[in-house]
């Protein structure tokens, strides 16, 4: 997930997934149904982390950071190049 709106969308299918309408789980997190469907559709530029991390726990879930996939660039082959280089140098001395 890169976006506000694609996390939105990933906590509607879990609360589908769980069998909770927008009204029950914004009532067991302490929020309002209007702002869970905000979250839920895009419709809302900032989102808090406590609301966030409440969501997640009553669904079960936790937030974990994992590597970006993210394509090889030309700044990488040049980083990868230039340690390669130093390697090298150091072994000569």
Do not use: I, W
Request: aromatic share 6%; glycine share 10%.
């Amino acid at each position: 997930m890169n976006s506000l709106p694609d996390l939105g969308r990933a906590l509607a299918r879990l609360r589908k997934e769980r069998g909770l309408t927008q009204k029950e789980l914004a009532a067991a997190c302490g929020m309002g149904q209007s702002t869970l469907a905000r979250f839920e559709t895009g419709g809302v530029a900032e989102f808090g982390s406590r609301k966030l991390l409440r969501l997640l726990e009553v669904l079960g879930h936790e937030m974990r950071y994992v590597p970006m996939n993210r394509s090889f660039t030309l700044d990488d082959a040049l980083a990868e190049r230039q340690r390669e280089f130093a390697a090298g140098s150091d072994a000569q001395r």
